[in-house]
């Protein structure tokens, strides 16, 4: 176990000690309004072409997306105008602090979840998936009791086997 661990607890301690003290500071009302409008922007353009409606229907499957989206640019204005009032009163404005080392922890985190969608949907077999991310999820939070990686990587089969074979469910 220790061959595994080691090269990765060399690491972990280099991106720690590289990492841990970085932080980076925003603004949080203003950036968070500008990426929800143009998030909207892009969805209310987007919407037209994804759902599509019968000119008999007085309310019709946009209405309600189109509705959110409104309003989350309404929301959007909102705090950039709040933001922008603070600016021109010379006010501090809100910041928002974030560890990078954190932030790299969630990443890899993401990283491990998407890596077993796609080795499930590659390899049209769940118990793949399953078996990755449970090493993944093992090895990342240090986890160094052998008992644990034959429960959970057990549990996991067994829980594919049930469904493959006891429920006939193929996945």
């Not at 009302?29 to 229907?57: R, Y």
């Not at 409104?70 to 602090?97: F, G, N």
């Not at 974030?98 to 998407?114: D, G, H, P, Q, T």
């Amino acid at each position: 176990m220790n061959f595994i661990l080691a090269p990765l607890d060399a690491l972990r301690a280099a991106t720690r000690a590289r990492f841990e003290d970085k932080t980076f500071s925003y603004p949080s009302n203003i950036t968070a309004g500008v990426i929800c409008a143009v998030l909207a922007i892009i969805m209310l353009i987007a919407i037209p072409g994804q759902i599509e409606v019968s000119e008999k229907d007085t309310v019709n499957g946009r209405v309600f997306p189109e509705l959110l989206m409104y309003l989350m640019l309404i929301c959007s204005a909102v705090l950039i105008i709040k933001d922008v009032i603070r600016i021109i009163t010379h006010q501090p404005l809100e910041m928002k602090t974030i560890n990078i080392y954190v932030e790299i922890k969630a990443a890899v985190i993401i990283c491990i979840l998407i890596a077993t969608y796609l080795i499930s949907k590659y390899t049209e077999l769940f118990v793949a998936g399953s078996i990755f991310c449970v090493l993944a999820f093992l090895l990342f939070f240090n986890c160094r009791k052998p008992l644990y990686y034959a429960i959970t990587l057990s549990i996991a089969v067994l829980i594919w086997v049930a469904f493959k074979f006891g429920l006939g469910v193929n996945f």
